[in-house]
């Protein structure tokens, strides 16, 4: 690698304030970290990144050439400059296994660091938090009201003090819905993943000249800095230098 873990988490506090809370509640002030220093480093590297794409969405229509019927979706075509997080960021659709929603090849370029990332992601059932919700529902219903989108409020009320009929809506509309499902993440790929995986890595060490971040590396914590997603503690050096949407 260019550089040292110590030297990757010198970058990242340059952009995240050290020692600073970010602010998370209506309650919080949001001056000292907003305004500090290296908050204004990470908005202006936002905003720079957000003008010079074209370099990114050639390579993205290179890579809808070379895998054919594959969607490549760009995650941050029409994102304003604030939420580029610190990378350029787009996934691959793959095949659906059972119990699956959701398979991917994801991929990030920093805009931060010359390092970028390639990983697996997939949605899967979570039988434990579905059976969770079950153990709940056949206590307590879920009842909100404002309209047809999402509900302004929303009261749990235990099952007996539900008229029947409304009761029976309830427990129709429970069963209709999606069950309990998880993100899971995997710098493992299997070799259908890894296929893709090989295309994807070539186009970014041609365009940019990068090479790839590993998750020994990139899993550090950074400890004495917060993100958005992230209190102390908590935030990596993929968080920090990439995504922490993960």
Known sequence: MKHSTSELIDIARRYYPRGVAFPRTPSDDPAPYKQS???????AARVEAAARRGPWRAMLTR???????????DRVACCPPDSLR???????DLPEGPDE?????????????????????????????????????EKKVL???GGEGEPALVWALPREV???????????RFEKRRPATRFVTNFELSPEEQSC????????EGTYGYEAMPPEVGGTIVADIETGLRSGGEATL?????TESW
Not at 162 to 172: G, Q, Y
């Open 63 to 73: 890579l809808r050439e070379q895998l054919p019927g594959q969607n490549v979706d």
């Open 37 to 43: 220093d290296e908050h204004r480093r990470l908005m």
């Open 197 to 204: 995986a090989t295309v994807i890595a070539r186009e970014i």
């Open 143 to 145: 009842m909100g009201v």
């Open 86 to 92: 610190a990378s350029f960021e787009a996934r691959i």
């Open 162 to 172: 539900v008229k029947p009929e409304v009761l029976a809506e309830l427990d129709r």
């Open 101 to 137: 929603h959701r398979h991917t090849v994801s991929f990030l370029v920093s805009f931060l660091v010359p390092y970028y990332v390639v990983y697996a992601t997939r949605v899967v059932d979570d039988p434990e938090q579905e059976a969770a919700i079950r153990r709940r529902h």
């Open 238 to 242: 993929y968080d920090a230098l990439f």
